[in-house]
């Protein structure tokens, strides 16, 4: 059993930064990832974001490339993503989410899921 508690979303002036962190307890594996999701109002949940948590590897998606960086802080247990330059088109729920195994771009991968957290970016 793995829980997960986001923390960081508000609102922000387009160009500006935050910082969203999650936190996970419960049962842990030798190998899993996490990763960042968002949902924008009556769009598909996407991917952002994954980081495997043995090596720190990471994947984005294209448009946030250069913007956005996941990292992990081991003795927390807890993933970041640090959002800069942000963008109104950024607005969405942001969620967090892990899974067994390796990194996936795919919602249907991760078996837990954070509450998600708004971010909201004005113009």
């Known amino acids: 059993q793995v829980q997960l508690v986001e923390s960081g979303g508000g609102l922000v002036q387009a160009g500006g930064s935050l910082r969203l962190s999650c936190a996970a307890s419960?049962?842990?594996?030798?190998?899993?990832?996490m990763g960042w999701f968002r949902q924008a109002p009556g769009k598909e949940r996407e991917f952002v974001a994954a980081?495997?948590?043995?090596?720190?590897?990471?994947s984005y998606k294209d448009s946030v490339k250069g913007r956005f960086t996941i990292s992990r802080d081991n003795a927390k247990n807890t993933v970041y993503l640090q959002m800069n330059s942000l963008k109104p088109e950024d607005t969405a729920v942001y969620y967090c989410?892990?899974?067994?195994?390796?990194?996936?771009?795919?919602?249907?991968?991760?078996?837990?899921w954070g509450q998600g957290t708004q971010v909201t970016v004005s113009s």
């Open positions: 980081l495997n948590w043995s090596d720190g590897s990471s």
């Open positions: 419960g049962r842990t594996f030798s190998s899993y990832a």
């Open positions: 989410a892990a899974r067994e195994g390796r990194a996936s771009w795919s919602t249907r991968n991760y078996r837990y």
